[in-house]
């Protein structure tokens, strides 16, 4: 089993905890508490019959004026950037951070979660918001903490390109 | 800092290092040094002094603490390890806080006394060892917590309060568009009907009946957008855009004349005392509905013939505008509720929906200013009106 590193990063309260927690441990909670510092999970997945052990980074979602501490970044496979559906403002803060941080890592991996799509009377977001993250490469998967809806299948996915991202090179 | 840590090591059996070792571990600081040339398994770290009793059940032990802790092991075969073996540029390099879960399964999570978030740090000696500090730091996690978690929250408040106003203006263009616009266009015909039924007293005085259940529709109407429209206004703080203030004396003059007709229909005189211009704080229409209130609430409760007197002052940075009038005053269990909603005495009653003084009460609050109600003692009800002077920032 091959072990590899994964980073969660985005806003504040746009559920990355949340979205780890469903994961690891099929909990949801409606409760909020900020995360400090780095909190790191594992959980392993199989693709393309290759079994790989991932550490998933939780970290921190600062303000719009603190970006994520980049030692944290250091030696990850693949980043799930996520930001909330029902805050359009979120999706130019993970903008943000990707831009800081795309260019030291150009052959990491990389998928944007829009998280919170049960709550669908509150969705601030529409294809065209999407676009320049499809420019820059980036796919895009909408997300539920709360249903479960989709999280599988993001690690599951970004676990593949990471797999053949190192096969191919 | 150096030379003493470096003092410090294992084996060197200075009597400063047992000393520095002890209040080291006072505070719970974890020390931790590698002999330079070793190879990159924390194996070859060594603790200095006694290890605190919880390192074991929530790092292991020292020499698979890098296999139990990913965030340890990252950090010291990553960022720490350039840092070590790189050109000495900075004394100190710091991880950053991470939380741990327990190495050995019998741990009681809740115990208070155990730290499970820590920071770690890493040291170089003169002679070139890596020193690696491992510092408890639940009590700075809980304060960072404490004051992160207070933003994040006042923040989402903040954009849910906003996100709920939008929806009320929302609200508020379907009740004066879609509820109010069609009835004032059913009025018109109504009272056009009634003119061309003049010489049919029996229809016509159905008609009326329906002209009066309209009107107060529309009445009722408005009250509730009035309600919905202060509520927003409190958001958008007046003047703040730049929007000009309004000058109090001349908009109850403006609505002195708005309201002439109706005062003349129960012969009631309007009497007002004006002063020199004085801007204030608020919303012009907003202002001038807000007189408008007053000066009718006072028409309403007048007697036939009598007069409502309108007084201005200012004082300690506030206008005022006061309407007296010479009607039957107000009861004083009612002196409490009377700028509530939906209070149906004095405000209500004569076909009024209630909503008209708790307007005015809250659009007054939101600007800064106040609603103040008292019986004259020569009979007769008396409303103040203060709002904040404005002044503009130069
Ligand atoms: N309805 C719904 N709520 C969610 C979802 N994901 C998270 N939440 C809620 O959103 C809030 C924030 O979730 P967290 O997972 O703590 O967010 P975070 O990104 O870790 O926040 P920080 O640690 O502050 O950066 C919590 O109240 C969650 O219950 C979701 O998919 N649907
Ligand atoms: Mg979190």
């Keep these: 089993m091959i072990k590899r590193k994964v980073c969660l990063v985005g806003a504040y309260a746009v559920g990355k905890t949340s979205l780890i927690r469903q994961f690891v441990t099929g909990v949801f909670s409606e409760d909020y508490l900020t995360t400090v510092g780095v909190k790191i999970d594992k959980r392993s997945v199989t693709v393309e019959g290759q079994e790989v052990l991932l550490m998933i980074w939780d970290l921190a979602g600062r303000d719009e004026f603190e970006a994520v501490q980049k030692s944290y970044l250091r030696g990850a496979s693949g980043f799930l950037f996520v930001a909330d559906g029902t805050r359009r403002d979120t999706l130019a803060e993970v903008q943000k951070e990707i831009a800081l941080i795309v260019p030291d890592h150009p052959e990491t991996p990389a998928i944007l979660l829009l998280n919170k799509c049960d709550l669908e009377n509150d969705w601030e977001v529409d294809d065209s918001d999407l676009l320049s993250f499809h420019e820059a490469g980036i796919e895009t998967m909408v997300t539920s903490a709360m249903t479960g809806q989709n999280i599988a299948e993001a690690f599951d996915q970004l676990t593949r390109l990471m797999i053949s991202r190192e096969s191919g090179a | ?394």
């Excluded at chain 2, 296999?67 to 950090?75: A, G, N, T, V």
């Excluded at chain 2, 616009?181 to 009272?191: D, G, I, M, R, W």
């Excluded at chain 2, 807000?290 to 309108?310: K, Q």
């Design chain 2, 1 to 394: 800092m150096n030379r003493e840590l470096d003092n410090s090591a294992p084996g060197d059996g200075d009597e400063l290092a047992s000393i520095l070792a002890e209040g080291i571990r006072s505070i719970g600081l974890v020390v931790l040094v590698r002999n330079p040339g070793d190879g990159v398994s924390d194996e070859s770290f060594e603790i200095v002094g006694r290890a605190p009793d919880w390192l074991g059940t929530w790092l292991g032990a020292e020499t698979s603490m890098l296999e139990h802790s990913p965030f340890l092991e990252d950090f010291v075969n990553g960022a720490a390890r350039e840092f070590w073996d790189g050109p000495a540029s900075e004394n100190v390099l710091r991880s950053g806080l991470w939380e741990e879960s327990p190495a050995s399964s019998d741990v009681d999570e809740t115990s208070e006394t155990a730290p499970r978030f820590f920071e770690a740090s890493a040291l170089r000696t003169a002679s070139g060892k890596a020193v690696l500090l491992i510092e408890p730091a639940d009590e700075r996690l809980k304060r960072e917590q404490a004051y992160l978690q207070s933003v994040h929250v006042l923040n989402l408040d903040r954009r849910h309060l906003q996100k709920e106003l939008e929806k009320k203006q929302i609200l508020l263009e379907c009740i004066t568009h879609d509820l109010g616009s069609p009835l004032a266009n059913e009025l018109k015909n109504l009272e056009q009907i009634a003119r061309q039924l003049a010489d049919q007293p029996q229809l016509q005085s159905a008609v009326q009946r329906a002209i009066r259940q309209t009107e107060r529709q529309r009445s009722l109407v408005n009250s509730i957008a009035e309600v919905f429209a202060a509520d927003m206004a409190k958001m958008r703080s007046p003047n703040a855009d730049g929007s000009e203030a309004p000058d109090l004396v001349a908009v109850a003059a403006e609505v002195l004349s708005a309201c002439a007709s109706s005062a003349a229909e129960k012969s009631v005189t309007l009497c007002p005392f004006f002063t020199s211009p004085l801007p204030v704080v608020g919303d012009k229409v907003y202002l001038s509905r807000l007189i408008d209130n007053l000066l009718l609430n006072a028409i309403r409760h007048s007697p036939e013939g009598a007069a409502v007197m309108i007084h201005f002052d200012e004082k300690d940075g506030f206008a005022m505008v006061r309407v007296e009038d010479e009607g039957s005053g107000i009861d004083p269990e009612e002196v409490e509720t009377i700028f509530d909603p939906f209070v149906q005495g004095r405000a209500g009653g004569k076909g009024q929906s209630g909503l008209g003084l708790y307007f005015c009460r809250r659009t007054a609050e939101m600007w800064g200013g106040r609603v103040e109600v008292w019986n004259r003692p020569e009979g007769g009800a008396c409303f103040e009106l203060w709002l904040p002077r404005f002044r503009a920032v130069i």
